[in-house]
């Protein structure tokens, strides 16, 4: 029960996320299109091409939030952050859209 629980506020999260993001003029899924960004293993957005400073900004805001909503999840189901972390990682590596990056231990690889 536990886990499904936190299963789903992980998954919702990293939805929102993406919603929250389209403030700026580049959007998280056309940041991900576009090979800029890509999903980490540790549940935060990186760089996949650093020298876009769009892509950066992006980055920076949605890992912030990310960083945020994991911290209250952790501590609605008295539990570790980096537990929250690595299986928010795990789902936003699994629902990466093929064509896009993940960082895997080799480096950047398209899904």
């Known amino acids: 029960m536990f886990i499904a629980r936190l299963t ?23 940041a991900k299109a576009n090979g800029l960004v890509g999903e ?8 996949v091409n650093p020298s876009n400073a769009e892509a950066q900004a992006l980055i920076e805001d949605v890992n912030r939030k990310r960083r945020q909503a994991y911290e209250d999840i952790a501590k609605r ?3 570790n952050i980096r537990a929250v972390e690595t299986l928010a990682g795990e789902k936003a590596v699994q629902n990466t859209k093929p064509g896009n990056f993940v960082e895997g231990p080799g480096g950047w690889s398209k899904k």
């Open 8 to 30: 789903i506020a992980v998954c919702a999260v990293i939805l929102w996320t993406a919603v929250a993001s389209s403030a700026f003029a580049l959007s998280l899924d056309e």
């Open 40 to 47: 980490k293993a540790n549940g935060y957005l990186g760089a």
């Open 77 to 79: 189901n008295s539990t």
